[in-house]
Every structure is written in structure tokens, then in C-alpha cells.
């Protein structure tokens, strides 16, 4: 059972463009909700993350929406750069263990 | 800077071995996971440790065992390979109650089994 649902499974934007990743989950519990962003031959990362009290989080470039009645949130990429290519995975938790999507490669063209 | 080391980076064994895959965080965390991730299913949980000798499974622990013997020690073994256990492995390490629940994750080992 997938509890965390993530797509697109691949996204191509050009250089400068606003890629957009979504998530949908089913456990109402859950309450952290952190993206991921992995690189060729490296570990997941954590870029940002957010709690369901609010409804949107920005970090530099980087911005997380949030529906809470339609348990879904998003990643928004603003001002897309080559070196943004990358796997991402949003998650899910509610304890110490996270439920991962199941990623997203991310192609921006110069 | 947190650190998460994993033993090999490109592993390649035989159908039957026995094989383990050793992590090592030096951040003092409490808690410890193994995943494995394959293309379109993400990150999966397969066993996870919240203290020294402590183990639970996770979604996928069919065909594994862990041990954790020291804090900073996670090992992941694979009783006896098998082909459908081609994947590559992701051990990650976090300490509770940080509010974020970040994990940090080590390079990964790509395992063949053949």
C-alpha cells in the first residue's frame, strides 16, 4: 500500500521555469511533511519541510503548498537552474519513521 | 556536519552468499534506518533501530536481519542473496525529538546479486 503518492514520475523545464512536484497522502496522522532532493551518486537530503498548521513555506528558491482538506502538497521550484536537476522525494511521517513518494527526476535545460 | 559512511559503495555478490552491509553515523543519533530504493518506488523502510540492540521492521524486512551492537553501528544482512535483492541500499540516521525528524543519509551501496 502506497500511502505517499508522488508525480510526476520525470519533469523537463527549461532554465528559468517554475517545475511543480505533487504529493497526495491517506494517513490523516501524518504530521511532518519534508521534500527530499537527491543527486547522482548521492544520499536524500532534506531541502524543506512543513507542518500542517500552515498552508505554505518558503525557503530561498524553494516553496512547499500545502491542502491539508485535500491532503496533498506540492513543491514549487521558482527561477529553475540547471543545477536544480535532481531526484526528489517527498515524505510523510508521524513518528521517527518516514513514508517516502516515489521520486520524481527533475531535468532543467540550460 | 553530520556524517553517515556506509562500507562499500558498489557491492557485487552471489546468488546464496551471505552479505553485510555496514553504516556508521558519528553524530551520536539515536535512531538508525535502512531503506532500499529502486526506480519508481521510492525509499523503502526495511528495518529500523531506535537504541543498541534494538530493532524494528520496517515495510520490506522479508529476507533481512539487522544488528546494532554499538550507537553508532547499523548493520543490514542479507541471510542468503538473492537476485530480487539487486538494489540499491540507503542507511540514514536521525536523533529524536529534534522537531523535524531529519534524517541524514549515508551515499548508498549498490548491491548486484548474480
Known amino acids: 500500500q502506497q500511502q505517499v503518492k508522488q508525480s510526476p514520475q520525470s519533469l523537463i523545464v527549461q532554465k528559468g521555469g517554475i517545475p511543480i512536484i505533487n504529493c497526495a497522502y491517506e494517513?490523516?496522522?501524518?504530521?511532518?511533511f519534508p521534500w527530499y532532493q537527491q543527486f547522482p551518486g548521492k544520499g536524500p537530503a532534506l531541502l524543506i519541510a512543513i507542518r500542517p498548521d500552515v498552508s505554505e513555506k518558503k525557503e530561498g528558491r524553494f516553496t512547499i503548498s500545502f491542502n491539508k482538506s485535500a491532503k496533498q502538497f506540492s513543491l514549487h521550484i521558482m527561477d529553475s537552474q540547471p543545477g536544480d536537476s535532481a531526484t526528489y522525494f517527498c515524505a510523510a511521517s508521524k513518528s521517527e519513521k518516514l513514508v517516502f513518494g516515489q521520486g520524481t527526476r527533475l531535468t532543467i535545460n540550460p | 556536519d553530520v556524517k553517515v559512511t556506509q562500507s562499500s559503495r558498489y557491492l557485487v555478490k552471489r546468488t546464496g552468499e551471505k552479505v553485510f552491509l555496514e553504516c556508521v553515523q558519528d553524530m551520536d543519533h539515536e535512531n538508525m534506518f535502512w531503506y532500499r530504493q529502486d526506480p519508481g518506488l521510492g525509499l523503502r523502510l526495511i528495518y529500523f533501530?531506535?537504541?543498541?540492540?534494538?530493532?524494528e521492521k520496517g515495510d520490506i524486512p522479508e529476507g533481512y536481519s539487522v544488528s546494532r551492537e554499538k550507537k553508532e553501528r547499523f548493520s543490514l544482512i542479507l541471510e542468503s542473496a538473492s537476485t530480487n535483492q539487486t538494489s540499491m541500499y540507503l542507511c540514514a540516521s536521525s536523533s529524536p525529538g529534534t522537531g523535524g525528524n531529519e534524517q541524514y543519509f549515508g551515499p548508498g551501496t549498490r548491491l548486484t546479486v548474480t
Open positions: 533501530s531506535y537504541d543498541v540492540k534494538m530493532k
Open positions: 494517513n490523516t496522522a501524518f504530521d511532518y
